[in-house]
Each structure stands twice: as C-alpha cells, then as structure tokens.
C-alpha cells in the first residue's frame, strides 16, 4: 500500500544549483498535481498533468519544469534554485479530476532547503 | 477571484471541549467543497465532500456542514488524536484551491 511516494524527502541547494524531485503513484490514477506549503500560505498548486505525456501550469510555475513520461510518475524540476524555493513540497494523485471529486491523494512531502 | 479563507487559524481546545472551525469562500457556482486532515510532517488526508447548501457530513467526532457562503467543521468532544490542520479546499477546472488551514491542539 505505498500509494504516492515522494523522493527525496529532505534537501538542502545551494542558490544556482539544479534538482529534480520525483513523484511515484502506484494507484494507476490519471491525474497528478504538484503543490508548494509555505507557513500562512497554504498549499498553491505548481504544475498538474491530466494524464500521460500532459502538463499545465498552476498558480506559482515560474522557475519550475515538470514532465509526465510515464503515467505512475511525476518529475518537479528545478532549474536554477532561489531562496524563495525553499518550501514544502507535496504530489498528489487522484483516480478522476480533482475539481470533481475533491479526493487528493498526497505523498508525504518533500522539504527543500535553499541556502 | 475565488478566495477560500479559514478561521481562526489556530485552535486550542482541551480534551472534551467541542468548537468549530470556519471556511468562507467566494466562488460563482460552487462544485463542491472538500475538508483535509494534515498532521505535522505528513501530507493532507482527504476527510469530506460537501455539495449543495444544508449538506452535512459526519465521521468520529467530525461533522461537516456547508452553506451558501461558508463551511462549518465541528469537534465534538475532542481527543488529543484530533490534534491536526484541518483544510478546506475548493475545486477549479481540474484543480483544488486550499485555504491556509486552522491548527488545532487539544490538551489532555
């Protein structure tokens, strides 16, 4: 019963440097989304794909690639890491649309540190 | 813009002591409003969905309501294994909109 699996689950960059974080789901759910958690803030979405070989955009994208090459996986890039990236990062999968159904599936988040 | 905002944003209650938490959205044509569960160092668990006003929703000593303009979660009795983030979220396209989340502690 691994469901989602986020690795790594701690990092600490370096300003400039890149990263690539990897969402696993075992779930053979459609839908995958990327979100940020930062204190006060809640949870903002970065990136979703609504199915294999799709991506689109959320509300905080700028500075973060992702790709869907395969359908149990979820790769959040960074190119070029900022301060600002330091944050909480959580996938999360669902068997239908989110918007629809509202049932989430979530890993247990990575915490990535930018110095 | 579509704005969910969840009050207080922290909660201190002891064991036994009921209260409710409060989500307030501003969304045209509401398509359901879901809670989350979120311990400390895990990811949020899925709790409810709530689709149209007067709704009610119940699991253990959590009940659910929703109104026109808002959604009520309700402790009754609390434990200290009720201790959590609760999250309210709202659905856009194919994507959820989080409120920031309440805290609540619950002493023994």
């Known amino acids: 019963n691994a469901g989602v699996t986020q690795t790594p689950k701690f990092r600490v960059l370096k300003t400039g440097q890149s990263m690539t974080l990897l969402c696993a789901q075992d779930?053979?759910?459609?839908?995958m989304y990327w979100y940020r958690q930062d204190p006060g803030m809640g949870l903002r979405l970065i990136h979703y794909?609504?199915?294999?070989?799709?991506?689109a955009k959320g509300e905080v994208p700028d500075g973060y690639n992702v790709s869907r090459l395969k359908k149990q996986n979820f790769l959040l890039g960074l190119e070029s890491a900022a301060p600002s990236q330091t944050s909480v990062y959580f996938c999360?999968?669902?068997?239908?649309?989110?918007?629809?159904?509202?049932?989430?599936?979530f890993g247990e988040g990575s915490r990535l540190t930018v110095l | 813009e579509d704005q969910v905002t969840q009050s207080p944003e922290a909660l201190r209650l002891q064991e036994g002591e009921s209260s409710s938490l409060n989500c307030s959205y501003t969304?045209?044509?509401?398509?359901?409003l879901f809670w989350y569960r979120q311990d400390p160092g895990k990811g949020p668990e899925f709790l409810f969905t709530?689709?149209?006003a007067g709704e009610e929703k119940e699991k253990e000593r959590l009940k659910a309501t929703l109104t026109k303009k808002e959604s009520f979660l309700h402790i009754t009795a609390p434990k200290p294994e009720d201790s959590a983030t609760y999250l309210c979220?709202?659905?856009?396209?194919?994507?959820?909109?989080f409120g920031a989340g309440t805290t609540v502690t619950v002493r023994a």
């Open positions: 999360a999968s669902s068997k239908t649309s989110g918007g629809a159904s509202g049932e989430l599936f």
């Open positions: 779930m053979n759910h459609e839908y």
């Open positions: 794909s609504v199915g294999e070989g799709t991506t």
């Open positions: 969304v045209s044509g509401l398509r359901g």
């Open positions: 709530l689709y149209s």
């Open positions: 979220a709202v659905p856009r396209g194919y994507k959820l909109s």
